[in-house]
């Protein structure tokens, strides 16, 4: 069976929602992200890391992430970023939101007509 062909188009309005549920599970950095939203699509969706920053940027604005600065003691200094309880509940509110359009979705586009007789 062939791979899904997931259109960046559909997932782009998803990127702030997938950033806040990995963050949900712990403090990350862009990179770590990165490699975590590959790994949770099976391989079959990259975010760029232009994306990723964007995403991070307008997060912070909203207050949903905030960003802080690792104690590395080698290599580059990273830039984390943790979920704050606006971010909790704007990622709430947003798979609540998947499963409801995603129920819609599901009838409009899989779901079978009645037949109307004359």
């Known amino acids: 069976m ?3 062909d997931i259109s960046k188009e559909m997932i782009r309005g998803y990127t702030g929602t997938i950033v806040l549920n990995i963050l949900a599970q712990g403090d990350s950095y862009g990179y770590q992200i990165s490699k975590d939203v590959t790994q949770l699509s099976g ?3 990259e975010i ?3 994306t990723l920053y964007t995403v991070f940027r307008r997060l ?3 207050g949903s992430v905030e960003g802080y600065w690792g104690d590395e003691t ?4 990273r830039k984390y970023y943790r979920i704050t309880d ?3 509940a704007e990622l709430a509110a947003a798979q609540e939101n ?3 359009a995603k129920k819609v979705m ?3 586009i899989l779901g079978k007509v009645e037949q109307h007789n004359g």
């Open 86 to 88: 606006q971010g909790m």
């Open 74 to 77: 080698q290599g580059s200094r």
């Open 98 to 100: 998947w499963n409801a």
């Open 106 to 108: 599901d009838e409009l």
């Open 60 to 62: 912070a604005k909203n």
């Open 48 to 50: 760029n890391e232009a």
């Open 43 to 45: 391989g079959d969706y």
């Open 2 to 4: 062939a791979q899904a």
